[in-house]
């Protein structure tokens, strides 16, 4: 493994636990994951467990403001959020249900796993996919950066990485390079005081390390939240 993408600490208990889950097969390790994580378990209005991450993250961090109680809705409220790489759009679906008014703009992989127009309310929420018409942030970083800038951006969300299949042991490097594309977006495009949640598989490597340190030298406070 490269020394970049090692872990920094315990190296030898991290590779147990990868050899761990080499040993299972991709449906004996989903079966196990779903035993012991609730929120797959959780029936909701939301369309995945990708809203109730978001809901359970801003319940702790008061992301949409007022939070009095996190089932309730902010119809006066007026900033924008943005949401990158959250096909089929768990993120959007939960904004738009606490501020229903709030103008959304996203990117996301098209395909297979886009944006669900079905669930999202599409009038208050602009799809953009690029020059190439792809919405891959690889290709169109800054072009989703020049469209979000100045448009009081107050929550900016990203899924920081991409289904692996089985390569556990480079989880983490893989999704590195998309770590720092929606980083840089996220941090060009928040307004004063506004809040970006990106999420990450792992933050154990030197390189997640170094990522986080750069976030740190351009926002108030960071927090990491498992």
């Not at 007022?66 to 939960?94: E, S, T």
């Not at 501020?99 to 996301?108: F, I, Y």
């Not at 949640?197 to 498992?226: G, H, N, P, W, Y």
Request: hydrophobic letters at 40%; one cysteine or more.
């Amino acid at each position: 493994v490269d020394e970049e993408i090692k872990p920094i600490y315990n190296v030898e208990q991290w590779e147990r636990v990868q050899t761990l889950k080499e040993e299972f097969s991709r449906t004996e390790f989903k079966d196990a994951r779903s035993t012991y994580y609730t929120l797959d378990n959780i029936k909701s209005i939301f369309m995945d467990r990708a809203s109730i991450k978001l809901a359970n993250i801003d319940a702790l961090y008061s992301l949409t403001i007022p939070n009095d109680y996190f089932n309730k809705q902010d119809p006066g409220y007026i900033g924008n959020f943005l949401c990158i790489a959250d096909g089929p759009g768990g993120f959007v679906q939960y904004i738009q249900y606490r501020w229903p008014n709030a103008q959304g703009m996203g990117m996301t992989l098209e395909g297979e796993n886009s944006f669900d127009i079905k669930k999202l309310n599409m009038f208050k929420f602009d799809i953009h996919v690029g020059p190439d018409q792809t919405g891959n942030l690889f290709t169109n970083w800054t072009y989703m950066i020049d469209h979000a800038i100045g448009k009081n951006i107050m929550l900016c969300t990203a899924d920081g990485g991409f289904d692996i299949q089985d390569n556990f042991r480079s989880q983490e490097a893989l999704n590195s390079r998309l770590f720092f594309f929606q980083a840089a977006i996220g941090l060009s495009t928040c307004a004063k005081g506004g809040r970006f949640v990106l999420k990450a598989f792992d933050t154990v490597t030197q390189i997640s390390a170094e990522a986080i340190f750069l976030r740190c030298m351009r926002v108030s406070s960071v927090s990491i939240f498992k």
